[in-house]
C-alpha cells in the first residue's frame, strides 16, 4: 500500500469543525428490573449457604467425645466401600 494513498485516504475521514451535540431531554421513560421468583429463591438459597459452616462442629464434637472414650467404633468394611464408591465417582 502507498503511503500518499493513506494519507489522502486518512484525510477524507479528519473533520475540519466540531459539531456540538445537544442534550437529550429527559423523557417519561425509566429503567425498570424485575427478579423472577426463581431469582429470590435462588438469592435467599445462596445467602443461607453462605452462613452455614462448611464444618458441622456437633457432629465432630460428638465423635471426639466418643473416640476418647473408646467408644466409637467403626465397621472398617463400611469405610473402605465408601472410599471406593467416592473414588469410582469422581472418576467419571
Do not use: C, H, W
Not at 9 to 34: M, P
Not at 62 to 71: C, F, P, S, Y
Amino acid at each position: 500500500m502507498r503511503i500518499d494513498a493513506f494519507n489522502k485516504v486518512s484525510e477524507l475521514y479528519k473533520s475540519s469543525s466540531a459539531k456540538s451535540t445537544a442534550k437529550v431531554k429527559s423523557g417519561s421513560f425509566s429503567d425498570k428490573l424485575e427478579i423472577s421468583q426463581t431469582g429470590k429463591d435462588y438469592q435467599v438459597a445462596k445467602q443461607i449457604v453462605a452462613r452455614t459452616p462448611d464444618i458441622r462442629e456437633t457432629k465432630v464434637n460428638d465423635i471426639k467425645q466418643r473416640m476418647e472414650a473408646g467408644v466409637y467404633n467403626i465397621n472398617i468394611e463400611d469405610v473402605a466401600d465408601k472410599l471406593v464408591d467416592n473414588y469410582f465417582e469422581e472418576t467419571i
